[in-house]
């Protein structure tokens, strides 16, 4: 009994067992054929056709534009607030020369220093626009040809009076001193600028 149960059970394996051998043979000779050959398809060939660049300028002129009917007005003088300030300088030399002018032609006959040109002193435009007042010594040396050397302040209480006393003083001219027919420099010469708001 135990053997025709065994039999009976093997058939139906075995039946089962080459039954998907079988399909397995015919999956495996289904995917061996060759694939099939598709429509070919050529790619035309691009070509790019040849051209010279070329840079072009620009160079017309530009319009030239039209001419204003009227001219623009004219503009009116500024007028300024201290244009009524006159400004004065009073040149008061400290030496006084006791020779009499004839002799500035040479050096014919000896004699004092004499002043010749005395170029006043130009007002400050600071000190003038502020109402300042004051006077400013300088000294310096009078050479052999009658001009200055070495101009220095002496007495300035007003700094601002300085400068412009300076370069009155570079400009004056003396009929030089005279010893012995010889003309000789004479240092330490002083003279005072005085500087006065008009009244």
């Given at each position: 009994?135990?053997?025709a149960r065994l039999i009976s059970s093997l058939i139906p394996a075995v039946a089962i067992t080459a039954g998907l051998l079988l399909l397995m043979h015919f999956l495996i000779n289904a995917n061996i054929k060759a694939p099939e050959e598709g429509e070919a398809f050529k790619i035309p060939e691009i070509t790019m056709p040849?051209?010279?660049?070329?840079?072009?300028?620009?160079?017309?002129?530009?319009?030239?534009?039209?001419?204003?009917?009227?001219?623009?007005?004219?503009l009116p003088e500024p007028e300024f607030q201290?244009?009524?300030?006159?400004?004065t300088?009073?040149?008061?030399p400290t030496v006084k020369a006791n020779l009499d002018v004839g002799g500035i032609g040479g050096f014919a006959s000896d004699g004092?220093?004499?002043?010749?040109?005395?170029v006043a002193a130009k007002y400050p435009q600071r000190?003038?626009?502020?109402?300042?007042?004051?006077?400013?010594?300088?000294?310096?040396?009078?050479?052999?040809?009658?001009?200055?050397?070495?101009?220095v302040v002496d007495d300035c209480p007003?700094?601002?009076?300085?400068?412009?006393?300076?370069k009155a003083a570079e400009r004056f001219k003396y009929k030089p001193k005279v010893i012995n027919g010889e003309p000789v420099e004479v240092p330490n010469v002083r003279n005072r600028f005085t500087f006065e708001m008009a009244k």
């Open positions: 009994m135990t053997l040849e051209r010279e660049i070329e840079t072009e300028y620009d160079t017309k002129k530009p319009a030239k534009p039209d001419e204003p009917e009227q001219p623009p007005p004219e201290d244009a009524d300030i006159e400004a300088v009073s040149i008061q004092d220093y004499l002043p010749i040109v005395k000190a003038a626009a502020r109402g300042i007042e004051g006077y400013c010594i300088v000294m310096y040396t009078v050479t052999k040809t009658g001009e200055t050397r070495d101009v007003e700094s601002i009076f300085a400068r412009e006393s300076i």
